[in-house]
């Protein structure tokens, strides 16, 4: 049985991370970090320990003093240019606490990390965020896990509670395409409950030495792998 800490608890992909690890049989004791309470919290699972806070600088203070120390530590964690009030900030809180919680994370002991990152994620990408995203996925590489994983989704179908119109037409598409067939969703869009699945499955997998060969430090799971690995 592991234990697990999860950040992003509240997103679009997190909240579905956090039902899969209450659900799974594998896991006995979640431990979630965030700014608001989760959905999930109103059926008081058992399994499910809580702490909310606004004030973001306790965040890696409170995972650090989690007894058990958890075995598997998810992120989900993001925000938005608009929410942040611009890119420099955007990439100043996502980064920062992800980077801030995963050495916590790693310094209290954890073994395997699960990122949820974006596909094109590049420190050669001409746009910022996926830049930002290459550069969160660098930094928490060196600090050394055991085992690290990274699923970089690509389009996330699904809805979202705040409101991005733009991308809500593109997932628009994406739905109409997976019910002509999924061929002609899989390998650009993935539904927000299967990349959940997918990052639990496969932080369990990672914890027990499951990995594809030459993957034993980081696996990179992308596309149509991530629903691959939900259906496992």
């Given at each position: 049985?592991?234990?697990?800490?999860?950040?992003?608890?509240?997103?679009?992909?997190?909240?579905?991370?956090?039902?899969?690890?209450?659900?799974?049989?594998?896991?006995?004791?979640?431990?979630?970090?965030?700014?608001?309470?989760?959905?999930?919290?109103s059926n008081a699972p058992a399994k499910l320990t809580t702490f909310v806070s606004d004030d973001s600088s306790k965040w890696s203070e409170q995972l650090s003093a989690l007894t058990p120390t958890p075995d598997i530590f998810l992120s989900a964690f993001g925000t938005t240019k608009a929410a942040a009030g611009g890119f420099e900030n955007q990439y100043k809180i996502e980064h920062g606490l992800n980077v801030e919680l995963a050495r916590a994370a790693h310094d209290a002991g954890v073994k395997v990390c699960v990122l949820i990152s974006s596909t094109g994620a590049s420190k050669t990408s001409?746009?910022?965020?996926?830049?930002?995203?290459?550069?969160?996925?660098?930094?928490?590489?060196?600090l050394g896990f055991e085992r690290m994983v990274i699923l970089r989704p690509g389009l996330?179908?699904?809805?979202?509670?705040?409101?991005?119109?733009?991308?809500?037409?593109?997932?628009?598409?994406?739905?109409?395409?997976g019910k002509l067939h999924s061929s002609l969703k899989d390998s650009w869009a993935q539904e927000a409950d299967v990349i959940g699945q997918a990052a639990v499955k496969a932080g369990l997998k990672a914890l027990k030495g499951e990995?594809?060969?030459?993957?034993?430090?980081?696996?990179?799971?992308?596309?149509?792998?991530?629903?691959?690995?939900?259906?496992?």
């Open positions: 049985m592991a234990n697990a800490a999860l950040i992003g608890c509240t997103g679009m992909v997190g909240s579905h991370i956090l039902t899969s690890l209450i659900s799974s049989s594998a896991v006995s004791r979640v431990d979630t970090i965030s700014r608001r309470t989760p959905a999930a919290a001409s746009f910022p965020y996926s830049r930002m995203k290459a550069d969160i996925e660098e930094d928490i590489k060196a996330i179908a699904g809805t979202r509670q705040e409101s991005r119109p733009a991308e809500a037409a593109i997932r628009f598409v994406a739905g109409w395409a990995v594809p060969a030459g993957s034993e430090k980081v696996w990179l799971i992308e596309g149509k792998s991530i629903i691959d690995i939900a259906k496992e």
